[in-house]
C-alpha cells in the first residue's frame, strides 16, 4: 500500500516556475516508477513525465526542456520542477506510483492531485 500526497501547486504567471512534491508513505518506495499526470478541464488526463526506479527519466513533448522529473528514494519523495509555465499547463497534477507485481498486474497508486494554474 502506498500513499501519496502531492504539493506545490499554485497560481503562477506565464513564464513563472513551480515545483511540484509528491511524498509517497509506505513500503519499498524505491521500486515503484513515479510518474506525474495532469488533467486539464474537458480533456484527458496525459501523462507528463516519468522516472523509474533506476533513475530514467521521460517527457511528453510538451514539456520538454521545460519540466524535470526527480526523485529521492531516502525521503520517499518525487519532484516535478515546472519552469517557463504555459497557460496550456494549466490542469490538476497527480502523482503516480507503479510497480509491476507481474505480467498482468501492476500496483498502481494516485495521489489526491494538486491545481496548477498559468494566467496572468
Known amino acids: 500500500q502506498v500513499q501519496l500526497v502531492e504539493s506545490g501547486g499554485g497560481l503562477v504567471q506565464p513564464g513563472g516556475s513551480l515545483r511540484l512534491s509528491c511524498a509517497a508513505s509506505g513500503t519499498t518506495f524505491s521500486s515503484y516508477a513515479m510518474g506525474w499526470y495532469r488533467q486539464a478541464p474537458g480533456k484527458q488526463r496525459e501523462l507528463v513525465a516519468s522516472i523509474t526506479s533506476g533513475g530514467s527519466t521521460n517527457y511528453a513533448d510538451s514539456v520538454k526542456g521545460r519540466f524535470t522529473i526527480s526523485r529521492d528514494n531516502a525521503k520517499n519523495t518525487v519532484y516535478l520542477q515546472m519552469n517557463s509555465l504555459k497557460p496550456e499547463d494549466t490542469a490538476v497534477y497527480y502523482c503516480?506510483?507503479?510497480?509491476?507485481?507481474?505480467?498482468?498486474?501492476?500496483?498502481?497508486?494516485w495521489g489526491q492531485g494538486t491545481q496548477v494554474a498559468v494566467s496572468s
Open positions: 503516480n506510483a507503479r510497480r509491476v507485481v507481474f505480467a498482468g498486474k501492476n500496483d498502481d497508486y
